[in-house]
């Protein structure tokens, strides 16, 4: 059929791998359910599957140029296994990664504070951990890179929602 | 108007005699009615009485001439407010400390009595204005304790402003909020007094005038230590600040909002409400029978690289529904979506304003849980 083709967006953009790889999941998902699926738990596992489909969608088309997609791959990684001790494993990674990036905080972040003392005073003392707490892998990080991945953070996630939002009003007209 | 002063006891006394002052005058009707908001104002900012009070000496000021300043002065209790109106010319009303600046108040209150009518009525505008944008918090932090060696030494030679460098020291006993410069108070100290000028650059403010932002760009200050960590810390801090914009410009509705912590919240907020929507969004995919094969997807994949947005994370109008739907309502099991974001009227309200729309449609009525999943496959008729 000869639509009119809109301009195509770029194809390789983060809504388009974000796209591609959660209705690639999300399809999966639903060849699996069984015909049934009206019971609660039913929906409640697929609930989780979807959800957790859509953040590692998420962190897959983000690789791991980010500290936020590295930490949630983790978490998706050893959760299923089990609950282990993810920070330090966060930490961990993290830290290693963080060396290949060339910023010069480096020497100075590799100690988890909770409270960033000194110049930045109090005020951050309890937003920022409420920050760390919110985007994954935020334990390990001083104020500048939170921020960071903050903003990235949140670029994605509204990405995520928006194509999340058009799958779902494309299913339920 | 008697009512709410009741509230603040220390008030009382001083309205009563406020009354009996502006009764003298054709402020009255002024004074009862900006009394209600300046009061509303002061206890927003933090309840602080004398705040309020200046600002109701200041109001009878501009109104009747300088009648009123005789009458004041004679006042004891309003010759120590009136130098502490001087001192607080960023607006930090609420940071006064009572007790703590009442002492220097009285060294100083001979000194300001004299030909202070005319910049108390200039700071007054610039508080009012100040404590209105609310922007005072960040114009006010000190970092530097040692600062305030030199307000009292610029005090006790008796400028005509020293309640600045009071409030200066007090700011840096209170208030330990590092990373702004104290560029907006500069810029009102700039105005309001000459004469100290020079002496406000070793107070770690800039020598020149500069135009309040939000956020404060750190340049070369005059008799500004240079050893490394004041400049790294410095440098740090302004990246911290450059991240800060970002996000201001990420996170909708945040233009107005000066300070660290208040965008901080706001960013939290925001990354909270995304985090639940997400959440809400899977969920409802969860519930709906997905019968469409392979070809809609690739439609719906068009779709959705479609240039075309949703545009409902907040740039839309703010169009909000009745906020007693909650999603957890259409299911029993999930342990509910609560929508504890009041900050983001628009944000969750428009998604879920379709979000309901679209349950509404499928006979998701909040009550009936299961009829709402038992209606699912006959909406899809083909299947």
């Known amino acids: ?173 | 108007m008697a009512s709410e002063n009741d509230d603040m006891g220390l008030e009382m006394s001083s309205i009563t005699i406020l009354n009996k002052y502006s009764n003298t005058s054709e402020s009255d009707p002024f004074f009862s009615s900006g009394w209600d908001p300046i009061v509303s104002q002061s206890e927003s900012l933090g309840g602080s009485s004398i705040a309020s009070h200046y600002h109701l000496v200041m109001e009878n000021q501009g109104i009747s001439g300088t009648s009123h300043v005789s009458q004041y002065q004679s006042n004891p209790s309003f010759v120590e407010l009136v130098p502490k109106l001087t001192g607080f010319d960023g607006g930090n009303l609420s940071q006064i400390p009572g007790p703590f600046s009442l002492p220097q108040c009285n060294q100083i209150a001979n000194s300001n009595e004299r030909g202070s009518k005319n910049s108390l009525r200039s700071l007054d505008e610039h508080r009012i204005s100040e404590t209105l944008v609310g922007t005072s918090p960040n114009g006010k932090i000190r970092k530097r304790s040692p600062e305030s060696d030199s307000p009292f030494r610029s005090c006790k030679n008796g400028n005509e402003e020293p309640g600045m460098d009071l409030s200066s020291e007090g700011c840096d006993g209170l208030r330990e909020q590092a990373g702004k410069k104290p560029k907006t108070e500069q810029n009102l100290s700039a105005n309001s007094r000459g004469k100290q000028a020079a002496k406000q650059d070793k107070d770690s403010s800039q020598s020149g005038e500069a135009p309040k932002e939000n956020y404060i760009h750190v340049r070369a200050r005059r008799g500004q230590a240079t050893n490394s960590h004041s400049l790294a810390e410095r440098l740090r801090r302004e990246k911290i600040s450059e991240r800060m914009r970002l996000l201001q410009e990420l996170v909708p509705g945040c233009n107005k909002i000066t300070g660290k912590a208040v965008m901080l919240d706001e960013i939290i907020n925001y990354v909270q409400s995304l985090q639940q929507q997400v959440e809400f969004l899977s969920m409802k995919l969860a519930t709906v029978n997905p019968e469409l094969n392979l070809d809609l997807d690739r439609i719906l994949s068009k779709d959705i690289l479609h240039p075309q947005s949703a545009a409902v994370l907040g740039f839309g109008p703010g169009t909000n529904p009745s906020h007693t739907f909650s999603p957890s309502t259409f299911t029993g099991t999930i342990s509910g979506f609560p929508n504890t974001n009041p900050g983001f009227p628009p944000l969750p309200q428009t998604v879920l304003e379709n979000e309901v729309q679209n349950l509404f449609q499928m006979g998701f009525y909040p009550g009936s849980t299961m009829d709402g999943f038992g209606l699912d496959g006959q909406l899809k008729p083909e299947m």
């Open chain 1, 1 to 173: 059929m000869n639509k009119y083709n809109p301009p195509r967006m770029n194809p390789s953009s983060l809504r388009s791998r974000f796209a591609t790889r959660f209705l690639r999941t999300l399809s999966k998902i639903n060849a699996q359910k069984p015909t049934s699926s009206s019971s609660p738990t039913e929906i409640f596992r697929r609930y989780r599957r979807i959800k957790a489909a859509a953040d590692k969608s998420m962190a897959y088309s983000v690789r791991s140029r980010r500290t936020w997609s590295r930490a949630m791959l983790w978490k998706l990684r050893t959760r299923p296994c089990g609950r282990r001790s993810v920070k330090t494993s966060t930490i961990i990674k993290s830290r290693e990664a963080r060396k290949t990036r060339h910023e010069k905080q480096n020497k100075n972040t590799t100690t988890t504070t909770t409270t960033t003392t000194g110049e930045d005073g109090v005020v951050f003392g309890v937003e920022a951990d409420e920050l760390r707490e919110l985007v994954p892998g935020g334990e390990a990080m001083d104020l500048y890179n939170l921020l960071d991945e903050t903003a990235h953070y949140i670029k994605c996630l509204t990405t995520q929602v928006q194509v999340m939002k058009k799958i779902a009003d494309f299913y339920s007209p």
